[in-house]
């Protein structure tokens, strides 16, 4: 069964830095756009960066200049540099990742579980 699996998230000062990453596991895959999102409490689920296959990236406009996304396809990891982190921009991170599996022959969005990011002021 493939799963995606967040972790790095944690509570860290106004200015400060953290590390997300997210591994995709569970049976044959092929792994096509990946990106991270985010829902702060009382909010929606937003965009906050992807990265395709060949490496090029997106970010909202929040992220530009603070965070950087990059992705292994050998280690099946994705990562969320981000710095210079605001109290805005506590939430929960979500890993999503377009992917064709054995039992799903056809591109299907899977989501991790999610890692809890507070960014005290």
């Known amino acids: 069964q493939v799963q995606l699996v967040e972790s790095g998230g944690g509570l860290v000062q106004a200015g400060g830095s953290l590390r997300l990453s997210c591994v995709a596991s569970?049976?044959?895959?092929?792994?096509?756009?990946m990106g991270w999102f985010r829902q702060g409490p009382g909010e929606q689920r937003e965009f906050v960066a992807a990265?395709?296959?060949?490496?090029?990236?997106n970010y909202t406009d929040s992220a530009k200049g603070r965070f950087t996304i990059s992705r292994d396809d050998a280690k099946n990891t994705l990562w969320l540099q981000m710095n210079y982190l605001r109290p805005e921009d506590t939430a929960v991170y979500y890993c999503n990742a377009a992917m064709f599996t054995a039992k799903r022959p056809y591109k299907y969005h899977y989501w991790g579980r999610g890692t809890q990011v507070t960014v005290s002021s």
């Open positions: 569970g049976g044959a895959f092929t792994i096509e756009d």
């Open positions: 990265i395709s296959p060949s490496g090029r990236t």
